[in-house]
């Protein structure tokens, strides 16, 4: 979503989203001098309510529903006040844009008002970009809301740029829906760690440790996709990946379906291996640490068998470049394989 503030030194609303790789600013309306601070402040949190519910409904494929002249009119000819100021998480895109629009109606002038309208269609407009699968300038924010499947168009960009890079291109992150980015990028982990056990003599699980012991990191997300979730279709464990993360964000308890172990304790709660506030870009971040945790036991190996006595650490960056370049050729043709 798009989190606006109230900057009072320079009299502007700002505007900021992320981008998959980083966050994106810029100047929404300029404030009226004698317009209460209280009132900016307030405009602010409405345009926050607002682009909460807007990406909510791009979430929930439901973005075809918007109707961005509508909010953008909703903003300059509010309906009169309904219920109380404090429901505005509660209510719906067009009852927030109306309450926008009695806060801004409280601005001299019409200028204030026309900015924010504007703003808010700019908001609206990206949301429905991101819904044809345009995911640039403010549509790109999109790539932090995961929907319910992947889209098969997104699939294949993912798969072409991992195809291009096999070790996670930065723009897996920052150019394709996050649900078809896992869903691809799990597809190329899988077949990386099936091609490293086969030429170390390990199991999957072996190489997940081997990959930990030498990055000394830990690789909970690949562990858990690699081993917990082996064999199970890669768009079934991404989307329940997110959708245990979101009902963990929500409060809720995520509970196994068979009956207690023990009646007086209850079930057994099971926890998310995501970061319920950021469970897309934690989801892709951990199955890309994957990939470059194999190709480091990859090495190690190609390493130790072809120099003996060699540290891996020391190999010159002329070496490494040329073995990753033959590391990223096997992925390839192990994905070819259908491994």
Known sequence: MTTYAHDPIASTIVACWPTGDGAVAHRAARVPKTLDHSLARRTAKALSALSTHLWATYADQAAHELDPAALAAAVRHPNQ?????????????????HLLGRIVARAPGWAFRDAVAADVRAETDAVLDADDGVLTGRSAQAVVHPRCDAPAE??????????DDPLGPPAIATS??????AVATLRWLRASAALVAERVGHTVPDVVALAE?????DLAVTRHVLCTLAGTAEDEVV???????????????????EPAPDPERGHRAVSTVLDPLDPASCLLDGLVRGLHGCFRVWLDDVVARETPGTDPRLVGTARTAALRLRYTDEVRRSVRAGR
Do not use: S, Y
């Open 81 to 97: 006040p309904v219920g109380d100021l404090l429901r505005v998480m509660e209510d719906g895109c067009a009852e927030t844009a």
């Open 154 to 163: 997104q699939l294949l960009v993912a798969h072409a740029l991992l195809h």
């Open 176 to 181: 394709v829906e996050p649900n078809a980015a």
């Open 213 to 217: 012991a030498i990055g000394h990191e």
């Open 239 to 257: 989307l329940d990946l997110l959708q245990e993360a979101v009902l963990a964000r929500q409060g809720w308890f995520v509970v196994c379906p």
